[in-house]
Structures are given as C-alpha cells and as structure tokens.
C-alpha cells in the first residue's frame, strides 16, 4: 500500500486548505485512513480518521472546522481545513490501515507528509 499527501502550504489565520492523501496498491474493501499531524516539538496527533463504513471521527481541536471524508472511487481521502491558526501547522500525514482501530494506534502504513504553515 503507498499513500501520497498533497495540498499543504502557507496559508493566513482564518484561510482554509484541502489536502488530499491518494492511496495506491493492494486495498481491502474494508479499511480506515487517519490524518495524523506532526508539530514542531509536540508529539504525532491524530487529527481525524474515516473508515470505510463512515465512522468519523476528530481530536477535539479541530471539531467543527475540520471535515475529513473519502472518495472509493479514487481511492483517495481529503480533510478539509477551515478557520485555520497558528496551532495547526505541522506536517500531515495520512495512515492506513485495516481498521480504524490500528489507524488510531498508528499501525498502518504511512505516506510522506505535506507541510502545512499557519502563519500571517
């Protein structure tokens, strides 16, 4: 399985971003995808994950401005980014897994991530 994060960039306080992870190789029918986000100095977050039967769910920082979700078609699973500060810039990252269970453990395979800059 590869994955492959785009979208990230600079963006103001208050600016929105959609990033985008494209997953590629053997897929199950059923699976989780799960962004994860790397700040400078803090520890890896989860910031929101999907499964294939439509659990979603967010980190409690992001509720209401953040909207993940996924298209099987393309196999690909975007998170939408609005109101946007300074606290969510990181690097993004998204993990897939079989279940949404080892998504939120971080069992999954990772992507190379894309880098998201909050800053005016």
């Known amino acids: 399985v590869q994955l492959q994060a785009s979208g990230g960039g600079l963006v103001q306080p208050g600016g929105s971003l959609r990033l985008s992870c494209g997953v590629s190789?053997?897929?199950?029918?059923?699976?989780?995808v799960g962004w994860y986000r790397q700040a400078p100095g803090k520890r890896r977050e989860l910031v929101a994950s999907?499964?294939?039967?439509?659990?979603?769910n967010y980190v409690n920082s992001v509720k209401g401005r953040f909207t993940i979700s996924r298209d099987n078609d393309k196999n690909t699973v975007y998170l939408q980014m609005n109101s946007l500060k300074s606290e969510d810039t990181g690097v993004y990252l998204c993990?897939?897994?079989?279940?949404?269970?080892?998504?939120?453990?971080?069992?999954?395979?990772w992507g190379k991530g894309t880098l998201v800059t909050v800053s005016s």
């Open positions: 993990n897939w897994d079989r279940s949404l269970g080892g998504v939120e453990a971080g069992r999954g395979y």
């Open positions: 190789g053997i897929i199950f029918s059923v699976n989780a």
């Open positions: 999907i499964s294939s039967g439509g659990i979603i």
